[in-house]
């Protein structure tokens, strides 16, 4: 199983810590039980605190850690998930008063081998920053103080707009309840997307509507640093029904045919047309849970011309043929 470290201090925000701990803890949990299904967890967790030291949040509940960042018996191991949650108290005070913390960071060893091993939400990423962890390397934080981040930080590529940044080996995501999106993503990139799927539909079951998993699962694909795949995206995103050929997609980027599946599968960890099927089938979905289109207008809609096959792929991505998905999760 994969291990994440949560570190804790004074004035973090307790539901970025307690959330982003349910959230691994369950993978592989929550959707095995609602189906009746033997429980295989996918991650071990542990909060640690610079000195082992229950530590209070910003709504004043006081967190037991199971550990100390400097006791050699709790330390991270080498391929750890570190995730440093949001500071909810006043920032510049929080990094003062936690220089200890700072240098830790900044010492840690972090493996670049494709995975992310350290990451931050919200306003957590100014301890990344204060470490020099993220100097040079796209970054994210709560849009509110991105002036505040730009000024302090000024050798970061501060990008506010967007919910999660991805620069092995770190990764960022922006305010409020972005730990989900970054969590959602991180168990997609650890343990496969059928496990970050499963998990995000077992988290909004109550909610009467479809789950986020699928939307979860296409921004993952875009956390990337390859610009010319995330501009082929782009394009993607706007001319999706129409006719797109493989050649069409290699001339637009500038690549061979070769290099541009090498590359998208790279960055998105799918191929140019598995990648446009999905943004279809979710294109389709909308359709099915916002409109009362007919089945054959969204699939002429959505780029294709034949009912009966679109229903089969969207059977094959959803676990439902379009009128049962449409029964279930529609208006």
């Not at 493996?111 to 100097?135: K, P, W, Y």
Request: charged content about 20%.
């Amino acid at each position: 199983m994969q291990s994440v470290t949560v570190i804790g201090f004074d004035g973090a925000l307790g539901s970025a810590i307690t959330g982003i701990i349910d959230l691994f803890r369950l993978a592989g949990v929550t959707w095995a039980r609602i189906n009746n299904e033997e429980p295989a967890p996918r991650f071990t967790t542990r909060l640690l605190t610079m000195d082992g030291q229950p530590f209070r949040c910003i709504n004043g509940i006081t967190l037991l850690p199971d550990g100390a960042l400097t006791d050699p018996a709790s330390e991270p191991a080498e391929n750890s998930l570190v995730m440093v949650p949001t500071i909810g108290a006043p920032i510049a005070r929080v990094l003062s008063d936690n220089q200890g913390l700072v240098d830790w960071l900044a010492q840690s060893s972090q493996q670049n081998d494709g995975q992310v091993r350290i990451a931050s939400n919200c306003t957590g990423a100014f301890l990344l920053a204060e470490a020099g962890l993220l100097d040079g390397r796209e970054a994210t934080t709560h849009w509110g103080f991105s002036d505040q981040f730009r000024h302090r930080y000024p050798k970061v590529d501060l990008q506010p707009e967007k919910l999660v940044t991805v620069n092995e080996p770190v990764a960022c995501a922006g305010g409020g309840m972005a730990w989900w999106d970054l969590g959602i993503y991180l168990v997609e990139r650890y343990a496969g997307a059928q496990t970050a799927r499963e998990l995000a539909k077992s988290f909004v079951i109550d909610a009467g509507r479809t789950s986020q998993a699928p939307y979860s699962a296409l921004q993952a694909r875009r956390y990337h640093s390859d610009s010319a795949i995330l501009r082929l995206q782009e394009w993607l995103d706007a001319h999706f029904p129409e006719p797109v050929t493989l050649q069409t997609l290699a001339a637009l980027s500038g690549l061979t045919e070769r290099s541009l599946i090498r590359r998208f599968k790279a960055a998105t960890g799918d191929t140019p047309t598995g990648y446009l099927q999905v943004l279809r089938i979710e294109s389709a979905r909308q359709y099915l849970e916002q409109s009362r289109l007919s089945v054959d207008a969204i699939t002429q809609r959505v780029g294709y011309e034949d009912v009966s096959s679109f229903s089969r792929l969207f059977r094959k991505h959803t676990g439902l043929a379009p009128g049962a998905y449409r029964s279930r999760f529609g208006v």
